[in-house]
C-alpha cells in the first residue's frame, strides 16, 4: 500500500511516520502532486498557525490538489481544519471539504488545550475496536464546531467536533499519533478503509 504523508513545511511527519511504521506500515513524505495523486492512502498533517500553513499549501499548489483526491484522506490537527470552510486564526479561508467554520475557544478555559481528553459519540469504521469516552491527546486553541460532518465530539469550553468525514475525507483534532494504542488503531482503521 502506498500510503503518502503531505509535506507542505506543517506538519508534524516523524511522530506519524513513526506511527505508522509501529503498526506494520511504511509511508513516504512528498509534495508531489504525482505521489499524492496515486498513493492508496493520504494523510494531511498540521502542526502551526492556520494563515501561514494555508500559504505554504498555496505556494505549492496543493490547496488545489487535496479537495480533487479521490482516495481516503486524513486529515490531522490543523490538518482537519485546513479542510474547513474558514478559520478564524488569522482570518484564513479554507480548502471548504467540510461545511464547517473553526473558532476559538472562550476566555473561559485555559488555551490551548493541551492533553487528553475523551471523544464520544463515534460514528463509522475510523472508530471500530474504539470504546465510547477514550482519551486521546490535543494540542489546539481552534475548534469545529458540530456540524453535519461530525463523526467524533469531545466536550472543553463547549461540545465540538473532534472528528469529521464527508465523503473519502476524514479529520481529526486530535492526534492520532501521539494517543497510544488506540490512536493507532484509529490509524490502522483508516489504512484498512
Known amino acids: 500500500m502506498k500510503i503518502a ?3 507542505y513545511g506543517a506538519g508534524n511527519l516523524q511522530s506519524i ?7 506494520g506500515f511504511t509511508a513516504f513524505v512528498t509534495k508531489d502532486w504525482n505521489l499524492i495523486k496515486t498513493a492508496d ?10 494563515s501561514s500553513a494555508m500559504e505554504k499549501l498555496k505556494e505549492s499548489g496543493l490547496h488545489i490538489l487535496i479537495p480533487t483526491l ?13 479542510m474547513c470552510r474558514t478559520s478564524e ?3 484564513t479561508t479554507g480548502l471548504g471539504i ?11 478555559v485555559k488555551v490551548p488545550q493541551m492533553g487528553w481528553n475523551t471523544i464520544y459519540n463515534l460514528k463509522t469504521t475510523l472508530f471500530q475496536g474504539i470504546k ?23 466536550d472543553y469550553d463547549t461540545e ?15 492526534h492520532p499519533e501521539k494517543s497510544g494504542v488506540f490512536g493507532e488503531k484509529i490509524l490502522l482503521n483508516f489504512l484498512n478503509l
Open 89 to 91: 486564526e488569522g482570518n
Open 160 to 174: 465540538y467536533s473532534s472528528a469529521l468525514r464527508k465523503d473519502n475525507f476524514y479529520g481529526v483534532q486530535f
Open 70 to 82: 479521490k482516495q481516503p484522506v486524513l486529515g490531522i490537527c490543523l490538518g482537519m481544519q485546513l
Open 5 to 7: 504523508i503531505i509535506d
Open 17 to 23: 511516520l513513526f506511527a505508522i511504521e509501529r503498526i
Open 98 to 108: 467540510f461545511d464547517v467554520d473553526i473558532i476559538k475557544f472562550s476566555k473561559e
Open 41 to 50: 492512502k493520504v494523510i494531511f498533517p498540521g502542526v502551526g498557525e492556520a
Open 132 to 154: 465510547e469516552k477514550e482519551y486521546m491527546y490535543l494540542v489546539h486553541s481552534f475548534y469545529a464546531s458540530k456540524c453535519s460532518n461530525t463523526i467524533a465530539n469531545t
